[in-house]
Antibody
Framework: QVSLKESGPVLAKPTETLTLTCDVS??????????VSWIRQPPGKAPEWLAH???????SYNPSLKNRLTISKDTSKSQVVLTMTNMDPLDTATYFC???????????????WGQGTMVSVSS | DIQMTQSPSTLSASVGDRVTITCRAT??????LAWYQQKPGKAPKVLIY???TLVDGVPSRFSGSESGTEFTLTITSLQPDDFATYYC?????????FGQGTRLEIK
């Protein structure tokens, strides 16, 4: 079954570093032309794209958060990891990972999402 | 960054109605726009991509169109399952950006 599942701490303290993991099932991060993004959604607000890792390991970051984000993948574990430094209460949100199929010359939307993991930032 | 302005923010309608949601981009998108439906506590689900291509399995009462930098999602003959929040998203360039959302509620 093709799926994504996020995991990580439910609560983080201000200034801490957050590490989130996206477990991938049903497709290969190594052999399939698939990329994975992290997207967050504060309560009652629109989604915000954070970062993306392509099948060739190229990375792209939202400039508004670039200095705080690192995205990586471990193909042997079928995982995509996001770290976000210097957490703030404004980072409270549900964090999703989502897949993009890579089609030559044709950008594609997010066709598969995880269920999301809620992270609250508070002292 | 490309900004996406979505309207209205809330839309009240009845079962059987036809509704339209609009999204305007600050730059040309070459049709690289998607529409998502989100229900409370769930992840967004893609309905339409490339402005007007319906995802397999999505009912034909959903349709998308574009005119320049303005994009429209139309739902004909609203069904109870359609009451949700809808987002547009541009994937023409990074950073990818979403509209602010339209909450479709039962009148």
């Amino acid at each position: 079954q093709v799926s994504l599942k996020e995991s990580g701490p439910v609560l983080a303290k201000p200034t801490e570093t957050l590490t989130l993991t996206c477990d991938v099932s049903g497709f290969s991060l190594k052999n399939d032309r698939m990329g994975v993004s992290w997207i967050r959604q504060p309560p009652g607000k629109a989604p915000e794209w954070l970062a993306h890792i392509f099948s060739n390991d190229k990375k792209s970051y939202n400039p508004s958060l670039k200095n705080r984000l690192t995205i990586s993948k471990d193909t042997s574990k079928s995982q995509v990891v996001l770290t976000m430094t210097n957490m703030d209460p404004l980072d409270t949100a549900t964090y999703f990972c989502a897949r993009i199929r890579e089609v030559r010359w044709s950008p594609m939307p997010f066709d598969l999402w995880g269920q999301g993991t809620m992270v609250s930032v508070s002292s | 960054d490309i900004q996406m302005t979505q309207s209205p923010s809330t839309l009240s309608a009845s079962v059987g109605d036809r509704v339209t949601i609009t999204c305007r981009a600050t730059q040309h998108l070459s049709s690289w726009l998607a529409w998502y439906q989100q229900k409370p506590g769930k992840a967004p689900k893609v309905l339409i991509y490339k402005a007007s291509t319906l995802v397999d399995g999505v009912p034909s009462r959903f349709s998308g169109s574009e005119s320049g930098t303005e994009f429209t999602l139309t739902i004909t003959s609203l069904q109870p399952d359609d009451f949700a929040t809808y987002y547009c998203q541009q994937y023409n360039s990074y950073p990818m950006t979403f509209g602010q959302g339209t909450r479709l509620e039962i009148k």
